[in-house]
């Protein structure tokens, strides 16, 4: 439980930090199945109004809805690697400090 696992955590913040930004771009990449399924059916809707010269507002309203519910998905998923990226870091600088209190010399 030293570098290797925040090494590993850190790698993971980088990807989830990769996949907000593309979220936030508007790209589909890091979106969950359920989420490109949800994104798909607002598209075609949207598609759908526009064929019948209707208007595209609950549509877009729609994908932006969904759209901001995997910016929230990410946001608390990167909140929580930082938060065991802290817990690992202060067990391993409380395990050397122990380690260093424990000598007799």
């Known amino acids: 439980m030293g570098n290797a696992d925040i090494r590993r955590l ?7 930090v990769k996949k907000l930004e593309a979220v936030r771009r508007g ?3 890091p979106l969950t199945s359920r989420e ?3 994104m798909t059916r ?6 759908r ?9 609950g549509a877009e309203n729609r994908m ?6 995997a910016e929230t998905r990410l ?6 690697l930082h938060g065991e990226r802290q817990r690992l870091i202060t067990e391993a ?11 007799w010399f």
């Open 10 to 16: 850190d790698r993971e913040i980088e990807r989830t």
């Open 27 to 29: 790209e589909w990449w």
């Open 36 to 38: 490109r399924l949800s």
């Open 42 to 47: 607002a598209l075609a809707g949207g598609a």
């Open 49 to 57: 109004s526009v064929h019948k010269g209707r208007s595209t507002t």
């Open 64 to 69: 932006d809805s969904v759209g901001s519910a």
């Open 75 to 80: 946001n608390a998923e990167l909140m929580a």
């Open 93 to 103: 600088a409380r395990a050397k400090a122990a380690k260093k209190s424990s000598r």
